[in-house]
């Protein structure tokens, strides 16, 4: 797996790098191909957040942790990071190796069913990103599906866990 790990508002010790190439290693079995794993370390007021994304072929898994010390929340990005692989592996099914079903020990967990319970049909309207965000504010939601103004293409606008705003926009 290729690891790059990056340092904002820090500068990473090689034995913190060391230890995150050593624990993405052993995830190597959940990826048929070679998977590339990206680790961002960001230092605030309140600690250390890690974020771990990994990127296989048709497959990516994410976990953010904070910590007061970086290498305790790397440990536990990690642990989110393999829970998410062994709860879904069955979801998953070829995008996870054969080998990997069959290393990972069965976890008892009632199995989640994706239940619809509603579906909702509208007209995508052209609008700015701005109007978008706006829009969203105003209906109280959390994201907004709209047509760019500039692209043509759908995009989708939300409010991120620290109070800031995203755009998601699909690749062609």
Known sequence: MKVTCTGRKVSLKPSFIEKAEAKLAKLDK???????????????????????????????VRA??????????LDEAMDLLTRRL???????????????????????????DYDVIREK??????????EAILQMNLLGHSFYLYRSMDSGEVQAVYRRADGKYGVLIPEA
């Open 30 to 60: 959940f990826f048929e191909v070679e998977a590339q794993a990206q680790v961002t370390v960001t230092v605030e007021k309140s600690g250390h957040t890690v974020e771990v994304t990994v990127r296989g072929e048709g497959l990516t």
């Open 64 to 73: 953010e942790k904070a910590a007061d010390r970086m290498e305790d929340a």
């Open 86 to 112: 062994v709860k879904n592996r069955k979801r998953l099914g070829d995008k996870l190796t054969r080998a990997a079903v069959a290393e990972v020990p069965a976890v008892e967990e009632p199995e989640e």
């Open 121 to 130: 049909r509208f007209a995508v309207k052209p609008c700015t990103t701005e």
